[in-house]
């Protein structure tokens, strides 16, 4: 009889485990299931209020904020434009418009047309709602990928047991929902800045180059630099996606849990020749993707040059374009007043050092491209995102749609930078420039009670904040490298 009951209250506690075991797994679906469900919700919520804003655009007058329009950005001299288009003129004739002649076709017809007695604005705020929703579920995408890959690195390396560890945050998400919920975001959105849809290519080169589009990518970079220029930097990024795939600890720490493996492996005489030679390191380099991507990058580039000139045929070909955009945002031209740090500075300066400087700074974003491309290689995503960062910091005409951008990238990363340091004094640093810089521009512009440097002393510090947010984001990826690699050590002891 006691033998009966142990055996009964064995059985009677399996019993009790798996259906706890069964019911874990049934609240597990169903948390899966909710999931989508939120997303959607709070991304249509977001649409919702971006709706209700364009409807009272007239009285937030968003698009003539500094912050929001540069001259490369802004719907007005887009529309300026288009205008001496349609008299027979250059668009680029007078100082109003630098951007691209394919934007100006796209969007330009968007400026003038009503929609039953509707604000000729209402169109192209629709086309920039659009154009965040696409990017918000671009990113969405590509932070699946990177969900599944950090959690794939994890089981290769011995760090987790279940694919289904909650642990891993779904990063595709919150950097989707931290894009359409961003204030810059939805400032550039209503302010009729045309930051949204540079920003869909920035995304869309990225998307393409996670998901091995080498088409896509290729398109969305060539898009991306002819918009703006400097998203050419991503060309390394997208090249190290490619060629050796998506984020990934140091290769070196595989190799040591190959090791590690070997060694427990060597004193079993059961293990066979094949798992013995079966690799757990990443794929090698593949050129044949990169040579793939730099002949769409190529055939691209050349459609766009086509379809650039038959646009300007009869109003200066592509010299004239190559001058008014390319050469107005290296030579800085317009000194109008901005969130960034060169207006004030080339303002100042003697022309006789100004294409020296000139020369410094932009030679300044290049310095740092080989560097970082050595150290991170092994994060091409992340590496992608630094650049970004650094390019809004140092670029000619800054807007906060570039801040936009890189903080939703900055999100992927949540399971990696979990541990960040200053985020709370970084968060306060950028909520304090954003509702400081309109009180000092309107104090320096309107009230006439102060000067240019209360505007400037607030691009310093907002150039300050954005550089104490990317060195703590390097050191935070290093730092979480560092602790892989002291895990995965303790991992190995165990184990032998």
Known sequence: RPLVQVVALSLAGEFVKAREMKKDDGEMAEEEKKKPCRFWIWALSSVVFRLILISFAGNLNLSSRPEVSTPLTSIRRLAEGYWLKQASMSPYAGSMYHGSPLLLSLLGPLTVQRIKGQPSHLLCSLVFVVADISSALLLRGIGKKLQMAYGLNARLLGLLKSPRDKGILPSGDIAALVYL?????????????????????????????????????????????????????????????????????????????????????????????????????????LWKKVAHFVFWLLLWSLCVLVLCALSLTKY?????????????????????????????????????????????????????????????????????????????????????????????????????????????????????????????????????????????????????FQIVFVVESVSAMLNHDRALKKCNSNHGEVKN
């Not at 180059?209 to 896509?216: F, I, N």
């Open 181 to 285: 919920w961003n204030p810059f975001t939805i400032a550039c959105c209503v302010g009729l800045s045309t930051s949204p849809i540079e920003n869909l290519t920035v995304i869309l080169a990225l998307y393409g180059a996670v998901t091995r589009k080498v088409p896509l990518a290729a398109f969305g970079l060539v898009m991306a630099t002819h918009l703006s220029l400097y998203p050419a930097t991503l060309t390394i990024p997208i090249i190290f996606l490619l060629g050796y795939g998506l984020d990934a600890p140091p290769l070196k720490l595989f190799l040591q849990t190959k090791k590690v493996d070997n060694e427990g492996r060597s004193t079993s005489s059961a293990v066979s020749k094949k798992a013995k030679s079966k690799p757990t390191t990443r794929l090698p380099f």
């Open 316 to 464: 200066g070909g592509l010299e004239e374009m190559f001058n008014r955009t390319y050469g107005f945002i290296l030579s800085i031209e317009d000194l109008s007043p901005n969130i960034g740090v060169f207006w004030y500075f080339f303002a100042e300066v003697f022309d006789f050092f100004r294409n020296f400087f000139l020369i410094v700074f932009h030679v300044n974003i290049l310095f740092m491209l080989l560097p970082l491309a050595i150290r991170l290689k092994h994060r091409p995503c992340f590496l992608a995102f630094i650049y970004l960062a650094i390019s809004s910091i140092l670029k000619s005409y800054p807007s906060v749609g570039d801040s936009a951008l890189y903080l939703s990238l900055w999100a992927l990363f949540v399971n990696e930078l979990v541990d960040m340091k200053f985020s709370f004094f970084l968060f306060c640093g950028y909520l304090g420039i954003s509702l400081l810089s309109p009180v000092m521009h309107n104090l320096w512009i309107w009230r006439g009670t102060g000067n240019a440097n209360f505007y400037f002393g607030n691009a310093i510090g907002y150039a300050c």
